[in-house]
């Protein structure tokens, strides 16, 4: 009996596909390289970035100064930082600069 070939003529080796590539084998019993931590921006953090309505900030250097305090990514900062977002009754902008009320 003939072996079986793989896209290239080749017979197939233990542990690899039809297609030439290597089977990925028991990924599932592989643990995760670390914890994931999960953080939700609340308005008092909102309120300790902007100095409870003391500092007035462009959008970026606040979610620079958000992304610090919390340990959030930088796009759950910038969500949190619309203004017709979940906080659009705090937040204030004139022109480029944004308040806290």
């Not at 070939?5 to 080749?10: E, I, K």
């Not at 462009?58 to 930082?81: D, F, M, N, P, V």
């Amino acid at each position: 009996m003939s072996p079986e070939l793989n896209w290239a003529g080749q017979p197939i080796r233990a542990g690899e596909d039809y297609g030439g590539r290597v089977k990925a084998t028991k990924t599932w019993s592989q643990t995760p390289a670390a914890k994931q931590h999960y953080c939700v921006v609340t308005e008092s953090h909102l309120a300790e970035v902007f100095g409870h309505g003391a500092y007035k900030l462009i959008r970026s250097e606040a979610a620079k100064r958000l992304e610090l305090l919390t340990g959030t990514h930088r796009t759950s900062c910038y969500r949190a930082l619309r203004l017709n977002g979940r906080f659009k009754r705090h937040l204030y902008s004139d022109g480029a600069m944004l308040s806290w009320r």
